[in-house]
């Protein structure tokens, strides 16, 4: 295991000069990395028998899904409570939004209750954007249809960090459906601004117009893509966003773009593996692979989602209203 980065600065405005985290594009090297290491002292704290502090406290926490969620959400909730916030977790299911009130009157009625972050997740892209204009308290997107998931590409880039030591220079694949992936156009931004390369693999069909304007290489072979690379990025067919068939079967999908150890040996022999989930076993990834904690990091991605949305509500929070330096609010 390499050694974890150097423990992070204290909080600054400067550092992280946002209200709202919507997206890793219009972020900075600098401010990304400020976050990344920020998330570190989040990883040792994550693994202390008593994981709490006081950052958020007296504030509140409003986790608003309209989309399901198990990672993100239940991983924001426990941020929330460990940086000592209230937390509310509100999906679409049972609340008024059945009733059919807007996104927008949703957003406004939550905020008449002065929260103090929202973090939205919605099948949308730019629903939160928009949401965001709306309301007075911080808003961190938790995912936008198939437009960004920056909490994700951020925990992605902490888990590669902490097992190759660096991000530049690393050659890394996204292989599956990039068409329809907010984690796939995240981490392309990120690894691109921190200066790894990136390669999408996938069939012509899963593989959105102007890619290669993306700063990506586009391979439609599994085997010539994977070829050299240090990290390998499976991604979940998201068949709910399809309208049509765009691969011929699960099966036939599975031979040419699932990842095997047969495909995997293209890679570099130390490659680590990657997946958001939620995964499909035999769909994307084979499951002997998944569960190989000598390749995979999956375990990790997970582990390390807490820690970065821990450091994500420790950035925004001063920038929150009444905020106190040294007050543990
Ligand atoms: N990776 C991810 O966003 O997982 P969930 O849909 O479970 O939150």
Same mark, same amino acid.
């Given at each position: 295991?390499?050694?974890?980065?150097?423990?992070?600065?204290?909080?600054?405005?400067?550092?992280?000069?946002?209200?709202?985290?919507?997206?890793?594009? *219009?972020? +900075?090297?600098?401010?990304? &990395?400020?976050? =990344?290491?920020?998330?570190?002292?989040? @990883?040792?704290?994550? !693994?202390?028998?008593?994981?709490?502090?006081?950052?958020?406290?007296?504030?509140?926490?409003?986790?608003?899904?309209?989309?399901?969620?198990?990672?993100?959400?239940?991983?924001?909730?426990?941020?929330?409570?460990?940086?000592?916030?209230?937390?509310?977790?509100?999906?679409?299911?049972?609340?008024?939004?059945?009733? *059919?009130? +807007?996104?927008?009157?949703? &957003?406004?009625? =939550?905020?008449?209750?002065?929260?103090? @972050?929202?973090?939205? !997740?919605?099948?949308?892209?730019?629903?939160?954007?928009?949401?965001?204009?709306?309301?007075?308290?911080?808003?961190?997107?938790?995912?936008?249809?198939?437009?960004?998931?920056?909490?994700?590409?951020?925990?992605?880039?902490?888990?590669?960090?902490?097992?190759?030591?660096?991000?530049?220079?690393?050659?890394?694949?996204?292989?599956?459906?990039?068409?329809?992936?907010?984690?796939?156009?995240?981490?392309?931004?990120?690894?691109?601004?921190?200066?790894?390369?990136?390669?999408?693999?996938?069939?012509?069909?899963?593989?959105?117009?102007?890619?290669?304007?993306?700063?990506?290489?586009?391979?439609?072979?599994?085997?010539?893509?994977?070829?050299?690379?240090?990290?390998?990025?499976?991604?979940?067919?998201?068949?709910?966003?399809?309208?049509?068939?765009?691969?011929?079967?699960?099966?036939?999908?599975?031979?040419?773009?699932?990842?095997?150890?047969?495909?995997?040996?293209?890679?570099?022999?130390?490659?680590?593996?990657?997946?958001?989930?939620?995964?499909?076993?035999?769909?994307?990834?084979?499951?002997?692979?998944?569960?190989?904690?000598?390749?995979?990091?999956?375990?990790?991605?997970?582990?390390?989602?807490?820690?970065?949305?821990?450091?994500?509500?420790?950035?925004?929070?001063?920038?929150?209203?009444?905020?106190?330096?040294?007050?543990?609010?």
């Amino acid at each position: 295991m390499i050694a974890p980065a150097p423990a992070a600065k204290a909080a600054s405005p400067e550092r992280y000069p946002h209200r709202d985290l919507l997206g890793i594009e *219009g972020l +900075t090297a600098e401010q990304i &990395a400020y976050l =990344l290491d920020k998330s570190e002292t989040y @990883v040792a704290q994550n !693994r202390q028998v008593d994981k709490r502090s006081a950052i958020l406290r007296g504030r509140t926490l409003v986790n608003l899904f309209f989309e399901s969620s198990t990672r993100t959400r239940t991983s924001f909730e426990l941020a929330g409570k460990r940086l000592g916030a209230d937390v509310i977790n509100m999906s679409a299911e049972g609340s008024s939004i059945k009733k *059919g009130e +807007t996104l927008i009157d949703t &957003a406004m009625t =939550l905020n008449a209750m002065h929260p103090d @972050v929202l973090v939205v !997740r919605h099948q949308e892209s730019g629903a939160v954007a928009l949401l965001s204009k709306k309301v007075s308290c911080a808003v961190i997107n938790a995912g936008d249809g198939s437009h960004e998931h920056p909490t994700q590409a951020l925990l992605d880039a902490v888990t590669i960090r902490r097992r190759k030591g660096k991000i530049r220079g690393l050659l890394v694949a996204i292989c599956g459906d990039i068409l329809h992936s907010r984690v796939a156009r995240s981490n392309i931004q990120l690894l691109n601004i921190m200066g790894a390369r990136v390669r999408v693999i996938a069939p012509p069909t899963l593989i959105p117009a102007g890619a290669s304007q993306m700063g990506v290489e586009v391979h439609h072979d599994m085997r010539k893509g994977l070829a050299g690379c240090d990290v390998v990025m499976m991604l979940r067919l998201q068949s709910e966003r399809m309208q049509g068939s765009f691969v011929p079967s699960v099966s036939e999908y599975f031979h040419f773009y699932g990842l095997d150890y047969e495909k995997l040996e293209y890679a570099k022999p130390d490659a680590m593996v990657m997946h958001p989930g939620p995964m499909n076993r035999g769909v994307e990834i084979d499951t002997e692979i998944a569960d190989d904690i000598s390749r995979s990091a999956i375990a990790e991605q997970v582990e390390m989602g807490v820690a970065v949305r821990m450091a994500v509500l420790d950035a925004l929070s001063e920038r929150l209203p009444n905020f106190v330096p040294g007050n543990g609010n």
